[in-house]
Structures are given as C-alpha cells and as structure tokens.
C-alpha cells in the first residue's frame, strides 16, 4: 500500500513554487502526492513528472468533469465526445506525470442537479463514456477511479453501491471507483460495511476527517 498527500490542500494548479510543500510531504513519510489536473498543458505536466521521478515521489493524477460542453451523461453525442476527450487528456497528462492511477468525479459537472436522480439513459451514457475511456487509459497502463461525492455536490453517484453497480456496467479490468470517507461519512449508513461489500470495485482511496481535517481530529 501506498500512501499519498493531496495537493488539492493548497492549489488547483501545481507548479515549481509548490515543490518545497511536495519535499516537505516527502520528509514527512508520504510516498507520492496526488496532482489536480485542472487546467495546464501536456508539457506542464511532463515537466513536473521528471522531476517527481528524479526526487522518487509517486503520483496520481486528479480530475473533474468542467461542463461548457464536456459532459458524460448528456443526451448530445457532441457533448459526450468532448467529456470523452477531456478524460483522455486526463489520463494523457497522468501518463505525464507518471502516475498509474487517474482519479476524480468525471461523471458530471460538480454542482448541476436536474431535480431527480441519475436516469436510465443517464446512466447508459456514462457507461458508454467511461468504458471508452478506460479502454484509452488500459493502453498506457493507467487506472480510472471514478468518484461518488456526496449529494451537495452531485446528483449522478452518492453512494457506494451506485458506484460498484456503475463500475460492473463498464467492466473494464482497470476501472473502478475511489472510495472516500469524507463524502461517505455523509452518505453511508456505516463507511465500514460498504468497504467489503464493494471491494472488488474499489481502485482507489481517500481518507479523511468528517470536516476534512486530519482524521482524528474531528
């Protein structure tokens, strides 16, 4: 097992100013640090893999889907096409960095709620999204993780089971989804149960308090 630190912490957007933080993580213990993958161009991101690889930091790559017309579950095709790019350059910049493991809620656009939950079609969209993706992401050896959040934020994926269920219809090997105790602390009866009920859906892990503070702490 590996451990990481999320450099979502202290920016959206990880560049040289920041590599003292990255040392410091280092230092401390931690094997690798997870990049949110917001904005920035392929090249940025290579850059910063070499020298993550040079100082022996591992790395995983952290997205979201953006809308302005990138969106997996919409009924336009152009739509989808444009989530499905955006999730490829995802991965591209992971590969970028050296990660194995691209990870993020890139089923919707945070903050949108159409005033029910997930449909049929929603959900066989998505399906056909993802599973394209991760195709894409098998042939640089990466790993998706999609990830529920919970219903403040998104209406798509809340729970554990909606996202084990999600992670069976795409049925790619390297597909799976994040579990995060922050999100499940709100969502979950028990954070505990849905851990052996779903853990051959689960590719990734985040921990933290119920405020998001250091565990133990809240």
């Known amino acids: 097992m590996k451990l990481g630190f999320n450099l979502l912490l202290w920016t959206t957007h990880v560049t040289d100013e920041h590599w003292p933080i990255i040392e410091q993580l280092q230092a401390t213990g931690y094997d690798g640090v997870e990049i949110p993958m917001f904005e920035g161009s392929l090249s940025h991101y290579e850059a910063l893999g070499k020298r993550l690889a040079a100082a022996g930091i591992k790395?995983?790559?952290?997205?979201?889907?953006?809308?302005?017309?990138?969106?997996?579950?919409?009924?336009?095709?152009?739509?989808?096409?444009?989530?499905?790019?955006?999730?490829?350059?995802?991965?591209?910049?992971?590969?970028?960095?050296?990660?194995?493991?691209?990870?993020?809620?890139?089923?919707?656009?945070?903050?949108?709620?159409?005033?029910?939950?997930?449909?049929?079609?929603?959900?066989?969209?998505?399906?056909?999204?993802?599973?394209?993706?991760?195709?894409?992401?098998?042939?640089?050896?990466?790993?998706?993780?999609?990830?529920?959040?919970?219903?403040?934020?998104?209406?798509?994926?809340?729970?554990?089971?909606?996202?084990?269920?999600?992670?069976?219809?795409?049925a790619e090997p390297n597909y799976g989804?994040?579990?995060?105790?922050?999100?499940?602390?709100?969502?979950?009866?028990?954070?505990?149960?849905v851990i052996p009920a779903t853990i051959k859906q689960i590719s990734h892990v985040h921990i933290s308090e119920n405020n998001r503070g250091v565990p133990g702490a809240g």
């Open 59 to 170: 790395s995983t790559g952290i997205g979201v889907m953006p809308g302005g017309g990138k969106h997996a579950l919409s009924a336009d095709k152009a739509e989808r096409a444009a989530a499905l790019d955006h999730i490829k350059w995802l991965i591209d910049c992971t590969a970028a960095i050296g990660g194995d493991v691209a990870a993020g809620p890139f089923h919707q656009p945070l903050g949108e709620f159409t005033g029910a939950g997930p449909t049929v079609d929603e959900i066989a969209r998505c399906v056909e999204v993802h599973k394209a993706a991760a195709q894409y992401a098998a042939t640089q050896g990466i790993t998706l993780s999609v990830e529920p959040l919970n219903r403040f934020e998104c209406y798509f994926l809340n729970t554990a089971r909606q996202a084990a269920d999600l992670v069976k219809k795409v």
């Open 177 to 193: 989804y994040l579990y995060d105790t922050f999100h499940f602390n709100i969502e979950e009866n028990s954070i505990t149960d």
